[in-house]
Antibody, heavy 118, light 107 residues
Framework: QVQLVQSGAEVKKPGASVKVSCKAS????????INWVRQAAGQGLEWMGW????????GYSEKFQARVSMTRDNSITTAFMELSGLQSDDTAIYYC???????????WGQGTLVTVSS | DIQMTQSPSTLSASIGDRVTITCRAS??????LAWYQQKPGKAPKLLIY???NLESGVPSRFSGSGSGTEFTLTFSCLQPDDFAIYTC?????????FGQGTSVEVK
């Protein structure tokens, strides 16, 4: 079955960077885009961007454009999301998702809590 | 960016109730709308795609309708497992945008 397994919780200081991984299994990794969203405590979902594992092409939300990078390592079927210049309002759960054409986000990782605190 | 607005923000209902949640888009998105269910501490789960199509394994008491700018998610007969947060999302264009969520609570 399709699975997306994310890396564990992180605690970072303001100004630092975080890199979250998302290991895919159960399907052909290169066939479908991986997207990332985040959710602050008690808040809604905020879309951050997408990456095509086959081509490496990416598209980012304008809000994160300057400080987000989405990459992949096809040899280990893993996608990565790196966010730099962390501030306290970046404290949130970060999710990776597989995007299927017409269905949208059918499979989600379990989420990674990133806490930014001095 | 396309704004997605859900109503109500919170809904109190009883087991067996018929419940409807509304989602409005700030511009036409054709039928490119998904609905997700989220329970505390869990990732969202896809319920409905392309406005009215039930994802595999989702109970038939859920249904979605609408096109253009106005959409609804309906529960024909609310069950204990249905108390959760429901969020709509447009995928007509980038950036993808979500509604703020509707919390379905026990009355």
């Amino acid at each position: 079955q399709v699975q997306l397994v994310q890396s564990g919780a992180e605690v970072k200081k303001p100004g630092a960077s975080v890199k979250v991984s998302c290991k895919a299994s159960g399907y052909t990794f290169g066939s479908y885009d991986i997207n990332w969203v985040r959710q602050a405590a008690g808040q809604g979902l905020e879309w951050m961007g997408w990456m095509n594992p086959n081509s490496g092409n990416t598209g980012y939300s304008e809000k994160f454009q300057a400080r987000v990078s989405m990459t992949r390592d096809n040899s280990i079927t893993t996608a990565f999301m790196e966010l730099s210049g962390l501030q306290s309002d970046d404290t949130a759960i970060y999710y990776c998702m597989r995007r299927l054409p017409e269905l949208e986000f059918d499979s989600w990782g379990q989420g990674t809590l990133v806490t930014v605190s001095s | 960016d396309i704004q997605m607005t859900q109503s109500p923000s919170t809904l109190s209902a009883s087991i067996g109730d018929r419940v409807t949640i509304t989602c409005r888009a700030s511009q036409s998105i054709s039928s490119w709308l998904a609905w997700y269910q989220q329970k505390p501490g869990k990732a969202p789960k896809l319920l409905i795609y392309k406005a009215s199509n039930l994802e595999s394994g989702v109970p038939s008491r859920f249904s979605g309708s609408g096109s253009g700018t106005e959409f609804t998610l309906t529960f024909s007969c609310l069950q204990p497992d249905d108390f959760a947060i429901y969020t709509c999302q447009q995928y007509d264009s980038y950036p993808r945008t979500f509604g703020q969520g509707t919390s379905v609570e026990v009355k």
